[in-house]
């Protein structure tokens, strides 16, 4: 499908006024007050937006889930602004305990901020992962994942648009996701870069759950205006 096409899309269902679920501006810690937090993760407000950074060491990863639980069929906007690389940023979506139930119930193990605890834990969700500048392969070939856990598969991929620190220069880059049953999309900037169908042969497909943004250390970036949407 060209990308005018899925570009127009995009436009033409916001256009009939999908209902709005959550709206978080994100101009600071205070607007995270609420949200729940693994691993070290250090908050500060810079010009309307909320920078995010490990407290910790060069290896001392964070999540940070929002409060809300969220139901199949939505979309998920924010933007996104990289102030200090290398690092890596994620967004989990559609996070339930693998077993059935919440992510925070009695029963799922705790989770501290280390990866493997989310791709082969306890939890089911996805989880797409851009600006991933952490390793050197990495900051060699830039892709955006898409993974499944548990199970930590792979299953889809793009190009990453997004430029060095140096070059974004303090801009804000708009991200998108959209997942609707079976299906999930992802772009910057209305750029599409991937869309991928669940046939179900990586477990069974992900439905409603929480969202939650991740980050490797020692990443420093802005957010702002998150909104998520019914489809």
Known sequence: VPAEALREGH??????GMSLLYRNALTGPDDIADWLRE???????AGGALCLSSAGGGD????????EEFPDGIRITWEFSPRAE??????FFGA????????FDDGVAARTGAYPEYHSGDIRTLHVSYFRR???????FHTCNLRKSPGFHLVAQGADP?????DAAGRFYRIA???????????????????WRDDGTTGPVVGAGRIGFRQMAPLTACYRNLEVHSL
């Open 177 to 195: 996701v959209e997942k609707d049953g079976d299906r999930v999309s992802f772009d910057i900037d209305d750029l599409p870069l991937f869309t």
């Open 39 to 45: 691993g070290p993760v250090d908050t500060a407000a």
């Open 60 to 67: 001392d990863h964070w999540t940070l889930w929002c409060p």
């Open 11 to 16: 436009a033409d269902r916001l256009g009939q």
């Open 162 to 166: 997004l430029p060095p620190v140096d």
């Open 86 to 91: 290398p690092g890596l940023a994620m967004l």
């Open 134 to 140: 952490r390793w050197e392969d990495e900051r060699a």
């Open 96 to 103: 339930r305990a693998a077993a059935g139930g919440g992510i």
